[in-house]
Nanobody, 124 residues
Framework: VQLQASGGGLVQAGGSLRLSCVIS????????VAWFRQAPEKERDFVAAIKWSGGTRFNAESVKGRFTISKDSAKNTVYLQMNSLKPEDTAVYYC??????????????????WGQGTQVTVSS
C-alpha cells in the first residue's frame, strides 16, 4: 500500500487549500484514511478521518466547520478541503491509512501506512 499526498502551499489567513491523498495497492474496503498534522517541535495531531466503506467522517474540534474530509472512490483519493485557514494551521500535513478501521482513529500510532508530508503555511 502506498499513499501519495499533495496540495500543500502558502496561503494567506482566511484562504483555502485542498489536499489530496491517492491510495494505491489496497486490498479491501474495510479501512480508514486520516489526516494528521505536525507543527515544528510539536506532536503529530489528528485532523480528520473517513471510513472508506460507508464514508463516516470524524473531525478534530479545532477544525470543525472549517475543514472537510471526503473521498472519491473511483480515483482512490481522499481529500481535505481546508477553508478559513488560520496561521495556527501551519504544519506539515500527513495522510495515513489503517486496515481495518479502529475506534481509536485519532491516534497516530494506530496507523500503519503513511504518505509523505505536504507543507501548509498560512501567513497572517
Amino acid at each position: 500500500v502506498q499513499l501519495q499526498a499533495s496540495g500543500g502551499g502558502l496561503v494567506q489567513a482566511g484562504g483555502s487549500l485542498r489536499l489530496s491523498c491517492v491510495i494505491s495497492g489496497r486490498s479491501s474496503n474495510d479501512f480508514t484514511v486520516a489526516w494528521f498534522r505536525q507543527a515544528p517541535e510539536k506532536e503529530r495531531d489528528f485532523v480528520a478521518a473517513i471510513k472508506w466503506s460507508g464514508g463516516t467522517r470524524f473531525n478534530a474540534e479545532s477544525v470543525k466547520g472549517r475543514f472537510t474530509i471526503s473521498k472519491d472512490s473511483a480515483k482512490n483519493t481522499v481529500y481535505l478541503q481546508m477553508n478559513s485557514l488560520k496561521p495556527e494551521d501551519t504544519a506539515v500535513y500527513y495522510c495515513a491509512a489503517r486496515w481495518p478501521h479502529t475506534v481509536q482513529y485519532y491516534y497516530a500510532h494506530e496507523y500503519n501506512h503513511w504518505g509523505q508530508g505536504t507543507q501548509v503555511t498560512v501567513s497572517s
